[in-house]
């Protein structure tokens, strides 16, 4: 997944949109500066190659950086770039924050994979629709970055049945009735439904759906479904969702899933760096 340039020139303009009014009163000119992106933790650096170009944007010359993917130790330099003075502020914030919050989230994701694949080397993790609000792109590449999957990219490119969607049903019965009409429809689709206990899931089992997703059911409930699944339909596919984090993933993995899906990467907050200017 790549920015263009124009897409990374309309997040520079949401911050700088005229001109740095700080640096403009200081009316300094032909002096040179560095600044050096640096982390105070241990990362999985994300999204640096657009950091570097931004700083490009804004007509200053990249010295190096981490690419993406590459594990950063304490005190490692992701980001080093020279130029004006005034050009070096106005690519530091825009360049810092798109990092802060990329590396967090592929750090998180590389982290909660991990805790999975210590019990379970097939069960995927895959992150929800729940974006930040006009920033999907950003969201998705650093969620790649850090070895998952998005569970949906949007309601044009996947099926899920909801409760919500049941209701327009007179009865549960009749809404299994319909499983089977569903794929008729969508031969090249999967069939995916939301489920919240273990009678249900066996219903849907029976009616045909491709994929179970249950929402916030216990451990217990939830090998119990799986133990039906391996013993009847072994085709199913069955992702566990609602709650589960990096601190829990590791109970959801046990249970032979085939997937589990979070929304808490996108709330996992920002990653800890720091910046060091030097003057020429």
């Known amino acids: 997944m790549n920015f263009s340039d124009d897409e990374l020139w309309r997040y520079i303009q949401e911050d700088t949109p005229f001109y740095d009014l700080t640096t403009h009163i200081q ?12 982390t105070r933790d241990e990362i999985l650096v994300s999204c640096s190659e657009e950091a570097a170009r931004i700083a490009e944007l804004l007509g200053c010359k990249v010295l190096s950086f981490l690419s993406s993917k590459q594990h950063a130790k304490k005190g490692d330099v992701l980001l080093s770039f020279e130029g004006d ?3 070096i502020h106005k690519a530091w914030r825009s360049a810092q924050i ?30 929800t629709r729940k974006t930040f609000p006009f920033a999907k792109k950003f969201c998705i590449k650093s969620v790649i970055t850090g070895g998952a999957l998005p569970h949906r990219l949007n309601l044009s490119e996947t099926i899920l049945f909801f409760n919500h969607h049941r209701a327009a049903y007179d009865n549960t019965e009749n809404f299994y009735k ?90 996992c907050g920002i990653a800890n760096l720091g910046t060091k200017l030097y003057m020429e």
Do not use: W
Not at 27 to 38: H, M, Q, V
Not at 101 to 127: G, H, W
């Open 178 to 267: 319909e499983i089977k009409n569903f794929k008729i429809k969508v031969p090249e689709k999967k069939v995916a439904i939301e489920t919240e206990s273990y009678e249900d899931a066996l219903n849907l089992m029976e009616h045909g759906a491709d994929v179970l997703q249950t929402d916030k059911i216990s451990i217990e409930e939830l090998k119990k479904i799986i133990a039906a699944r391996d013993a009847n339909y072994p085709h199913i596919k069955i992702l566990a969702s609602g709650g589960i984090h990096k601190e829990n993933a590791k109970e959801y993995a046990s249970c032979n899933l085939d997937g589990i899906i979070t929304s808490k990467i996108y709330s």
């Open 98 to 127: 798109l990092l802060e919050y990329s590396c967090k989230i592929a750090t998180y994701t590389d982290e909660m994979l991990a805790q999975i694949r210590t019990l379970n080397q097939k069960c995927e993790l895959l992150t």
């Open 85 to 87: 003075y005034n050009d």
């Open 27 to 38: 009316e300094i000119s032909g002096k040179k500066a560095r600044l050096d992106i640096y």
